[in-house]
């Protein structure tokens, strides 16, 4: 709770006084200190890095948090420079997650075949060393992985080669290679990036986008009359007719027949990415930025501001009398020396009363009628206080939240409101919570309640 308000009203009086009257006129002063805790929610009010937003890159999200944090401790202990301990923010930013692109590997050994090579595979018709290159007729990893195999008989497992060839193809011989990766005892070919999906067009596809003149179907294939535009527009829309149920994130790699300017028919492939809308083009060495609004939970531990989490939102929701007899249930169970007997369907290890819908904090109420086995004895009301706010996140998460949410998020917070009679004061608190997906349960973020 913020009480800058009370410090302000007191003020006068603190400084032409006694600390006598204070006592005398304000019953319990001395055990509850003015103090200045501050729970802030608001936008991003900063100056951002040059992009417009901060990054957590994928592999490096800690170097983007501690950028997030040192922007938002700023700002923070310019606007509130005498805080106290407990104090939180949660500020709404711009952040991109950001997924890099391939890489290239690190290679253990290049090597480019010679002739020697080529005649060592076979000098045979259809043979690497007839005309000392592979050819669209050869399955050149048959070739290639056994030459590794010698070549590279020393190298350790996880040791990447590139191997590049000559190869032969409608009329031309061009350079190409490919990447070999150390497997155990052998060799497999290494693909930095694989598609979801792999189609060739047939002749019904190309029938399908249209038979007139300058549609794909007249010839069964695309020209050089046809823009780039105009091919990603066939193409893409034909992917989503003939793929409708694929995810968000999911590749396509379409194989198409392109007659060339001159006069050459050849095969040509293109990669697309489907957005969770449409397919669009893309490219694996390319990194994917989302950028995204998020909420960063900031809180200061009495020395500093620090980051604790950073959150998509906030589902709030407010505990009905369903969950204060849930608390009431399981205290009646689990700890039936806590039960009430003074009051109907109330119990104090959590302090629900399933009769009145509220949580009673008095501490009076607490250490005097309820200090089983003496574990409360010489606690002041703060460190009853403590115990009080660790119970409630104990059922809060346990017992309520499990109930409430059938669906838990790990990238929300769930914030939990709730009634609470006498201790820290009459009315509606809430306190916060993040799903643990790994352990199945939620995790207080530490925080005091909140009043409402």
Same mark, same amino acid.
């Given at each position: 709770?913020?009480?800058?308000?009370?410090?302000?009203?007191?003020?006068?009086?603190?400084? *032409?006084?006694?600390?006598?009257?204070?006592?005398?006129?304000?019953?319990?002063?001395? =055990?509850?200190?003015?103090?200045? +805790? /501050?729970?802030y929610?608001?936008?991003y009010?900063?100056?951002?890095?040059?992009?417009?937003?901060?990054?957590?890159t994928?592999?490096?999200?800690?170097?983007?948090?501690?950028?997030i944090?040192?922007?938002?401790?700023?700002?923070?202990?310019?606007t509130?420079?005498?805080?106290?301990?407990?104090?939180?923010?949660?500020?709404?930013?711009?952040?991109a997650?950001?997924?890099?692109?391939?890489?290239?590997?690190?290679?253990?050994?290049?090597?480019?075949?010679?002739?020697?090579?080529?005649?060592?595979?076979?000098?045979? $018709?259809?043979?690497?060393g007839?005309?000392d290159?592979?050819?669209?007729?050869m399955?050149? =990893?048959?070739?290639?992985?056994?030459?590794?195999?010698?070549?590279?008989?020393?190298?350790?497992?996880? !040791?990447?080669v590139?191997i590049?060839?000559?190869?032969?193809?409608?009329y031309?011989t +061009?350079?190409?290679?490919?990447?070999?990766?150390? +497997?155990g005892?052998?060799?497999?070919?290494?693909?930095?990036?694989?598609?979801?999906?792999?189609?060739?067009?047939?002749?019904? !596809?190309?029938?399908?986008?249209?038979?007139?003149?300058g549609?794909?179907?007249?010839?069964?294939?695309?020209?050089s009359?046809?823009? &780039?535009?105009? /091919?990603?527009?066939?193409?893409?829309?034909?992917? $989503? +007719?003939?793929?409708?149920?694929?995810?968000?994130?999911?590749?396509?790699?379409?194989?198409?027949?392109?007659?060339?300017?001159?006069?050459?028919?050849?095969?040509r492939?293109?990669?697309?990415?489907?957005?969770?809308?449409?397919?669009? &083009?893309?490219?694996?060495?390319?990194?994917?930025?989302?950028?995204?609004e998020?909420?960063?939970v900031?809180?200061?531990?009495?020395?500093?501001?620090?980051?604790?989490?950073?959150i998509?939102?906030?589902?709030?929701?407010?505990?009905e009398s369903?969950?204060?007899?849930?608390?009431?249930?399981?205290?009646?169970?689990?700890?039936?020396?806590?039960?009430?007997?003074?009051?109907?369907?109330?119990e104090?290890?959590?302090?629900?009363?399933?009769?009145?819908?509220?949580?009673?904090?008095?501490?009076?109420?607490?250490?005097?009628?309820?200090? *089983?086995?003496?574990?409360?004895?010489?606690?002041? =009301?703060?460190?009853?206080?403590?115990?009080?706010?660790?119970?409630?996140?104990?059922?809060l998460?346990?017992?309520?939240?499990p109930?409430m949410?059938?669906?838990?998020?790990?990238?929300?917070?769930?914030? *939990?409101?709730?009634?609470?009679?006498?201790?820290?004061?009459k009315?509606?608190y809430?306190?916060?919570?993040?799903?643990?997906?790994?352990?199945?349960?939620?995790?207080?973020?530490e925080?005091?309640?909140?009043?409402?």
């Amino acid at each position: 709770m913020n009480k800058k308000l009370i410090y302000s009203l007191c003020a006068a009086a603190f400084l *032409v006084t006694s600390c006598d009257y204070n006592e005398d006129n304000f019953p319990g002063f001395d =055990n509850n200190p003015v103090t200045d +805790v /501050i729970h802030y929610e608001g936008e991003y009010t900063g100056k951002y890095p040059a992009e417009g937003y901060f990054s957590l890159t994928q592999g490096n999200e800690e170097a983007g948090k501690a950028a997030i944090e040192t922007a938002l401790k700023g700002i923070l202990e310019t606007t509130y420079p005498y805080c106290d301990k407990g104090s939180s923010a949660k500020v709404t930013l711009k952040v991109a997650t950001i997924v890099p692109g391939l890489v290239d590997p690190v290679l253990a050994a290049e090597y480019e075949l010679q002739t020697a090579d080529y005649d060592a595979m076979g000098t045979e $018709k259809d043979q690497p060393g007839q005309y000392d290159n592979f050819s669209y007729k050869m399955d050149v =990893n048959s070739y290639l992985i056994p030459f590794c195999e010698a070549k590279y008989a020393s190298a350790t497992e996880g !040791d990447i080669v590139k191997i590049t060839y000559q190869y032969y193809s409608n009329y031309v011989t +061009v350079p190409a290679f490919k990447l070999y990766k150390k +497997v155990g005892t052998t060799w497999a070919e290494f693909i930095n990036f694989t598609p979801t999906i792999t189609y060739t067009l047939v002749v019904e !596809d190309y029938d399908s986008m249209g038979t007139e003149s300058g549609e794909p179907g007249k010839y069964n294939n695309f020209d050089s009359n046809m823009s &780039a535009e105009r /091919i990603t527009f066939y193409l893409t829309t034909f992917a $989503k +007719v003939k793929f409708p149920y694929v995810e968000k994130g999911n590749t396509i790699e379409l194989t198409y027949k392109y007659y060339t300017a001159d006069k050459k028919t050849e095969d040509r492939t293109a990669l697309y990415q489907y957005n969770g809308t449409e397919w669009v &083009a893309y490219d694996p060495e390319e990194p994917i930025v989302e950028v995204a609004e998020r909420i960063t939970v900031m809180k200061y531990d009495g020395t500093s501001w620090k980051l604790t989490n950073l959150i998509s939102g906030v589902i709030r929701q407010k505990m009905e009398s369903d969950g204060y007899r849930a608390l009431f249930d399981w205290v009646k169970e689990n700890k039936p020396a806590f039960v009430s007997n003074q009051g109907k369907d109330e119990e104090y290890y959590f302090g629900a009363s399933a009769a009145y819908n509220n949580i009673n904090n008095n501490y009076s109420t607490w250490s005097t009628h309820y200090n *089983v086995d003496g574990y409360l004895n010489g606690l002041d =009301n703060d460190e009853i206080q403590a115990i009080m706010d660790q119970r409630m996140a104990e059922g809060l998460s346990g017992i309520i939240l499990p109930l409430m949410v059938s669906d838990p998020n790990p990238d929300m917070s769930y914030e *939990v409101t709730y009634n609470i009679y006498a201790g820290r004061g009459k009315g509606d608190y809430a306190m916060s919570f993040y799903y643990n997906a790994e352990e199945n349960k939620y995790e207080w973020d530490e925080l005091a309640p909140v009043m409402k």
